[in-house]
């Protein structure tokens, strides 16, 4: 069975980090771009960002530039989403899903894990 599994969310008080996971099973992650994508209440989903299957980086929405960053660790099929400097504004939901190349569609998509931000 083709899976994501996100994993690493929480409750973290304003100013905290947390790493999230993405691991794959079923398949190897090498041959795929990884974009996250959070959606908190009542709001749409918005892109955090998206690493290629080089490395590079696409950043997604504005609010995280600077605090976030993803990276991949293909021996471990896993890519990881480094949230720095958290902010109530990023409670949410977090996906990871994977797609051919950012941007593309996504064809795997994880069942989500929660972040909290609060005091």
């Known amino acids: 069975q083709l899976q994501l599994v996100e994993s690493g969310g929480g409750l973290v008080q304003p100013g905290g980090s947390l790493r999230l996971s993405c691991a794959a099973s079923?398949?190897?992650?090498?041959?795929?771009?990884i974009g996250w994508f959070r959606q908190a209440p009542g709001k749409e989903r918005e892109g955090v960002g998206c690493?290629?299957?080089?490395?590079?980086?696409?950043h997604g929405a504005d609010s995280v530039k600077g605090r976030f960053t993803i990276s991949r660790d293909n021996a471990k099929n896993t890519v990881y989403l480094q949230m720095n400097s958290l902010k109530p504004e990023d409670t949410a939901v977090y996906y990871c899903?994977?797609?051919?190349?950012?941007?593309?569609?996504?064809?795997?998509w994880g069942q989500g894990t929660q972040v909290t931000v609060s005091s």
């Open positions: 079923g398949f190897t992650l090498d041959y795929y771009a």
């Open positions: 899903a994977a797609a051919f190349e950012c941007g593309a569609g996504y064809n795997f």
């Open positions: 690493i290629s299957t080089r490395g590079s980086i696409t």
